[in-house]
């Protein structure tokens, strides 16, 4: 047993930790419950559409040869219910937007491009309504004037313009958000074919840490923040989580807590706390003799204790019952996340977020990384990257607000103040990671450096919310 | 009754609509249920993190004073469990990462700066342990030599220095996600106060429309896309959501919807179909009677016939029985959405989305509006501006790939294909909105464009996915 453990750069942690990510297999789900899902199955159209040659106005159906002229109105073709007219030079058809075409009909021509003549006084030729009377438009063994020669086609849809049978909608690989809902009813697909979630267990360790209900606290005691907050992100990310308490300072509770994690069928279990160099850090030592660790110090800050490991099942459950030979052996990733809160939320957006991504389908599961611009000047650290927790703001440029050269706007990064490690505060609002380089001195305000997307930046910022410090 | 709107340009149907919003009122749930919700009272810690001088390393808690020696290790302090030593000079007491300082020592030597001196050696000086050995460092009546003077307060978080007793760690107004999820764990706040969510109706219209699970289609019939997808993209920003169903095109079917929704206790109901000119397009002259249309029309593509009105209540729902004068006059907003897919799509992001954020609480509920480049030429339309449905990508320059004045990366606006209303795979894999204006001839390829965000940018795209069309 050892607790020396090399220091490996975050790119190699994070491929480490891709490379022992495993496919969890498929279930077919209703399409209403798959927002955020990846198809393991492309969905493939069973019919096309529109399926029938369909209006793209609220107008008359004419055969284009007419052109100008007044025409009997022989029938209507309305969404949902259509006369079956028989086409003749001279008719046209009352026809409503997305309703079908008669055969034989071969343009539409939109209502403002029509007048209706009241049959009253038809041979008058005057009198003629006025756009207004739309909604009286529609009725039979009426006539109407076409102002204006269609060509062949003229605002119709054909069949299959906007889909065409077999074609594939969604590909295997596809995230389900809104809009591919939306698609899959069009194409009457209501079960999807999607990868399984990865079930998550979360459990804090540590004599110091007690409830976050517990008030006032003891002597020495601290409340778990780090639980509740993984709990969520897990959620967030579309993971099954499972809460698995906190674990006191002792092999044998962290222990228990390990096997709950198996008997519960935990795919994935993030643990905080216990895995640094002190002598009650025991999550590191049950790991190696349990387990294998991958890695146990990763060259970033905060996180450096950061471990990540694998734990082959049923064998590291004994005495859960069932034949082991009869089932295919299966392993548990464990995230090791260091006990400061701040490490442990950093560590599991930049490792436990790409690995769940990729156990839910995901192609590409790495977190988007972008430029920006940097609204204060900030130190590095000579001995560590730094992840340093932003808010990113469009914004014209915050330090030369109203001078000439900067009229344009930018995505600045302002930082939330004190980067200590315990100090949960500073990832409020932070929707970014900066990528502070590992360097003596200053990046400047204005230098444009790496971030890594954490969250939405769909939302404005709240007006009264973070400014420059 | 009139079905002549004027036709409003979008910057102001959303401030009618914002204007419309008024509050749902605040509830107190269990803080872990609070992700995405907004709070409506801010949250002040209890007490101080740390709640005690609490120690950045592990290693020794010393007297500054001292300076480099060998001491004595009267004791130790883990992080849950403290001796209670008493100081005095030439002393050192054994400390872990986020244990308390005991009373008397000022100042931390970390592990790394330390020697154990093994107490049968002690008169020797020498067979000093290495930095392997810290699991032994913690017993007592051992000596310990100090290599590095200790500043005073040196690795020492003093009381409150995360969080001060009495610090407001949350203000009214901010929107709860994984940080401040366990900002709250941290001071104890296992319940918040947070604004009601809205409650949501979905209904379609139109005696086309069929369920999605209706295969195969009938003469004329279509599936009905915006019902599920409107569900989805509501339930998403967080409102409770009832399906109300599919009305036919009659003032019956569809008064009928309305009644249940009002029975249901619906804030918003949205529909879609029935408000373009057709002669059953019978949406607007319904809420023409029963309530206020705040617009009809709206300069946009797509989305014209977009309709906003409001319905007073509970005189707008006879015979739901209660004393309606017993009851506060409460209101629904209605959103008559066009029918086309699409159409629905960008008027539920442009008008209705912000409507339901302010309705949950959101201080600055529109939609974040960048720019970005657009990755190829577009054709604008000289009667409307267009909302084009985009893939926002952080990329080189993909049409100058390779030459030397583009090594930068940007934003670029990849097109989701042919724009036409019916068409909803142009909103696949779209995450925004590009705002191309209403104007004759051409964008071209690299121009800076607004944009408006709708789905996150934290995803990277599927490698095999949308490209340059």
Redesign the interface.
């Known amino acids: 047993m ?3 453990y090399s220091m490996i750069p975050v790119p190699q942690a994070q491929q480490i930790v891709l490379d022992h990510c495993w496919t969890l297999g498929s279930e077919t789900i209703p ?2 419950e798959a ?1 955020g899902r990846v198809l393991s199955v492309s969905v493939v159209a ?2 096309s ?4 040659p ?1 209006s ?1 106005k ?1 107008g008359y159906a004419v055969i284009s040869s007419d052109g100008i002229g007044t025409y009997n109105v022989v029938g209507e ?6 006369d079956s007219p028989n086409p003749a030079q001279g008719t046209v058809v009352y026809i ?5 075409v008669p055969l034989g009909f071969d343009a539409v021509v939109q ?1 403002e491009d029509t007048e209706e003549v009241p049959s009253e006084k038809v041979e008058e030729e005057e009198g003629t309504m006025t756009s ?1 009377d ?5 009725r039979k063994n009426r006539r109407v004037r076409i102002l204006k020669a269609a060509s062949p086609g003229q605002d119709i ?1 054909v069949v299959g ?3 065409l049978v077999g074609e594939t ?3 295997s ?3 389900i ?14 079960h999807v074919t999607v990868y399984k979630q990865p079930h998550v267990g979360v459990m804090s360790t ?4 007690v409830e ?6 003891g ?11 993984i ?3 897990a ?2 990310a579309g993971a099954k989580v499972t809460d698995l308490g906190i674990a006191r ?1 002792t092999e044998g509770h962290i222990q228990g807590c390990f096997d709950r994690a198996v008997s519960a069928g935990v795919d994935v279990l993030i643990t905080s706390g216990g895995v ?5 850090d025991l999550v590191k030592p049950l790991l190696e003799r349990t387990g294998t660790i991958h890695f146990g110090r990763v060259l970033m800050k905060p996180g450096k204790p950061l471990t990540f490991a694998t734990l082959s099942l049923p064998s590291a459950a004994p005495g859960e019952g069932g034949d082991p030979s009869s089932e295919p052996q299966r392993s548990m990733m464990v995230f090791g996340l260091p ?3 701040v490490s442990s ?1 950093a560590c599991f957006y930049l490792t436990t977020l790409p690995a769940l991504r990729k156990l839910m389908g ?10 920006v611009k940097l609204a204060q000047t900030l130190k590095m650290d000579p001995e560590r990257p730094e992840y340093h927790r932003v808010a990113l703001q ?1 914004s014209k440029c915050p330090f030369l607000e109203g001078r000439a050269e900067h009229v ?2 930018d ?1 600045w990064a302002v930082s939330t103040g004190n980067q ?1 490690s ?4 500073s ?4 929707n970014a990671l900066l990528e502070v380089p590992q360097a003596s001195g200053f990046l400047r305000q204005g230098t ?1 450096v790496s971030a890594i ?13 973070l400014s420059l410090q």
């Open positions: 050892s607790n020396v399409s209403h927002v069973p019919d559409l529109p399926p029938f369909a793209i609220d073709s309305r969404a949902g219910s259509m409503t937007t997305g309703a079908p209502v207004s739309y909604k009286q438009a529609g849809r313009s906007d889909i909608v969604l590909r690989g596809e995230v958000g809104v809009a591919e809902i939306g698609i899959l009813a069009t194409v009457g697909a209501t540590g004599d110091e840490v976050p209900s517990t008030s006032p606290l002597p020495g005691q601290i409340r778990d923040a780090n639980r509740s907050m709990l969520a992100a959620a967030k300072d640094s160099m002190g002598d009650r006990g400061n809160p939320f995901w192609s590409n599961p790495m977190l988007r990384r972008v430029q469009w344009g706007c995505w200590i315990s100090r949960l505060l990832a409020r609002s932070a444009l997307l954490i969250d939405d930046l769909q939302a404005m910022p709240d007006p009264d919310g």
